[in-house]
Nanobody, 118 residues
Framework: EVQLQASGGGLAQPGGSLRLSCAAS????????MSWLRQPPGKGPEWVSV????????YYLDSVKGRFTISRDDAKNTLYLQMNSLKPEDTAIYYC???????????RGQGTQVTVSS
């Protein structure tokens, strides 16, 4: 059974940083493309970033370019999202997704809440 558990969310001040992690199990992580998806309050979901199985980062949402960095540790079956220079509009529930990207739904796990507020 595919399991994806995101963690590391919380309350951050504007300009602050958070590092999200996603522990994956139940599938071959190292051969899977992985991504982060977020859903802001009252809005639809939006893809944040995608990293291919070979570690190539293939997509960033325009509004997070230069601030967020996606990475993966295949030895630990873990996906990461380093978020710097956080803005209130980054407030959302963040989900990690197996084999998902813009145009392809993939398998979403449990999310973690990120709130950016002073």
């Amino acid at each position: 059974e595919v399991q994806l558990q995101a963690s590391g969310g919380g309350l951050a001040q504007p300009g602050g940083s958070l590092r999200l992690s996603c522990a994956a199990s139940g599938f071959n992580f190292r051969s899977s493309d992985m991504s982060w998806l977020r859903q802001p309050p009252g809005k639809g979901p939006e893809w944040v970033s995608v990293i291919d199985s070979d570690g190539t980062t293939t997509y960033y949402l325009d509004s997070v370019k230069g601030r967020f960095t996606i990475s993966r540790d295949d030895a630990k079956n873990t996906l990461y999202l380093q978020m710097n220079s956080l803005k209130p509009e980054d407030t959302a529930i963040y989900y990690c997704v197996k084999d998902g990207r813009p145009g392809r739904i993939g398998k979403r796990g449990q999310g973690t809440q990120v709130t950016v507020s002073s």
